[in-house]
């Protein structure tokens, strides 16, 4: 298979001097090109920083990301940002919205940058996401004036705006309920079936059930894996209960 991003030996560390500690100690971990892919762990064992740094979001200090073939470390600030915008989407707990600008061109105004293309099309490929995802009559709303779920489908097509190769969701249903929460990944399964890549940081069994792979995650390091079938819709009960029997062997 072809991989996407290959991590090697990533250390990550905040503070100084002696105050200094390592968040990620020497993690390897790499990604399948079309791959489903979940990240779990308990709260504060680097499941975020170790998704912002083989996104390039975060530099690291010490190991090597390869991104589709490109040495993270070897490439400048715009280089980066430029695979990040064209090569990437970003899905968060809540999505950052701005409030004086209706849904449609929440949607749209990241593209607007992107002078290749026109209005036009942007505003096109916009409506076509909306509708996918099931938001297509409220484009003229205000963000205020939706549900916690549809917030999050306008997160879901802002950050598909892009065709990105793969999509990176930080805790994407961590503020839903659990339908909520299942319809967003229904989302995530059609992208994935597509041929986008998803990495998806969670606590929730059920989401993570909804992936092939969950790499779990203890103070800084990969301890564990554990590897499912593709989704097909049927197997959900089997699917979480060896979720929860992962969850519980390195108590999560
Ligand atoms: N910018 C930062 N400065 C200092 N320490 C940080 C910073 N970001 C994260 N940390 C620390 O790194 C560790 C890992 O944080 P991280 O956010 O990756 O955890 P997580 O597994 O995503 O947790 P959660 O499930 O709560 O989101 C924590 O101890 C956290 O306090
Ligand atoms: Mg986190």
């Not at 484009?139 to 990105?164: F, H």
């Amino acid at each position: 298979m072809k991989k996407i991003i290959i991590g090697e030996n990533i250390v990550k560390s905040f503070g100084a001097g002696k105050e200094k500690y390592n968040v990620l100690n020497g993690v390897s971990a790499k990604i399948d090109k079309g791959e489903f892919v979940a990240v779990m762990g308990p709260s504060g064992s680097g499941k975020s920083t170790l998704m912002f740094a083989m996104s390039g979001m975060d530099g690291i200090d010490g190991g090597k990301i390869a991104f589709d073939g490109l040495d993270l470390s070897a490439l400048s600030e715009n280089e980066l940002s430029d695979i990040r915008r064209t090569k990437m989407g970003f899905v968060f707990q809540q999505p950052t919205l701005l409030k004086n600008l209706n849904i449609l061109d929440n949607i749209i105004l990241p593209s607007m940058r992107d002078n290749r293309r026109s209005a036009l099309k942007i505003t096109g490929k916009a409506k076509a996401l909306m509708k996918k995802t099931g938001i297509a009559e409220l484009e003229k709303r205000d963000i205020t004036q939706v549900s916690g779920g549809q917030l999050q489908r306008v997160g879901i097509c802002r950050a598909l705006m892009n065709n990105p190769t793969i999509i990176f969701g930080d805790e994407p249903t961590g503020a839903l309920n659990s339908k909520s929460a299942q319809e967003i990944m229904d989302i995530f399964s059609e992208i994935n079936a597509e041929g986008t890549t998803v990495m998806l940081v969670t606590h929730d069994a059920k989401v993570a059930a909804r992936t092939e792979r969950i790499m779990f995650m203890r103070d800084g390091n990969i301890v564990s894996e554990l590897r499912l079938p593709k989704f097909g819709g049927t197997n959900m009960d089997d699917r979480i209960a060896r979720v929860t029997e992962k969850m519980r062997d390195i108590g999560i």
